[in-house]
């Protein structure tokens, strides 16, 4: 931790990745070559493709922040770090902290300076730390999937409908089977 000649200060922040969904990184490809360089931008160039991946479980990055970044900014340069394509707003910076043997987990707002909010928890990581998480608020954010992904997830509820549907059709062919049954071995009288 060092201060500043502008009265911030400039430390280390540790942030654990919990992402559960896969993340999208640029796929490798092949660099321009220096003919492609001369014939100028838009010609010869890769089609910029992506690829997912999930994150190792319980990944830890350290980040040299100011006090005065905010948790917007730590999320993008996570990201960066970690070359992720995605959109920004699907993740959130969360304050950890431990008390009581209880685990409490408070989403930070865009706003928030995580350097600050560290200094003034002290030096105890069970007091404060910082989480990396997808954004959950409960509404889904759909300008920040791109068109493959929205057609991914619209083949994937279209698996979960017509699985969901089978179950159905299976259970009251089962039903009917056990009435008819029931029916026959019972005498008409």
Known sequence: MSL???GSYTGFIKVQLKLVRPVSVPSSKKPPSLQDARRGPGRGTAVRRRTSFYMPKDAVKHLHVLSRTRAREVIEALLRKFL???DPRKFAL???AERH???YL???SDDEQPLRLRLLAGPSEKALSFVLKENDSGEVNWDAFSMPELHNFLR???REEEEHLRQILQKYSYCRQKIQEALH???LG
Do not use: S, T, W
């Open 106 to 108: 408070r989403k930070l």
């Open 185 to 187: 071995a019972c005498p």
């Open 84 to 86: 992720v394509v995605d």
């Open 101 to 103: 043997g209880q685990v």
């Open 4 to 6: 500043n000649k502008d």
């Open 156 to 158: 994937i509820l279209q």
């Open 94 to 96: 969360f304050e950890r």
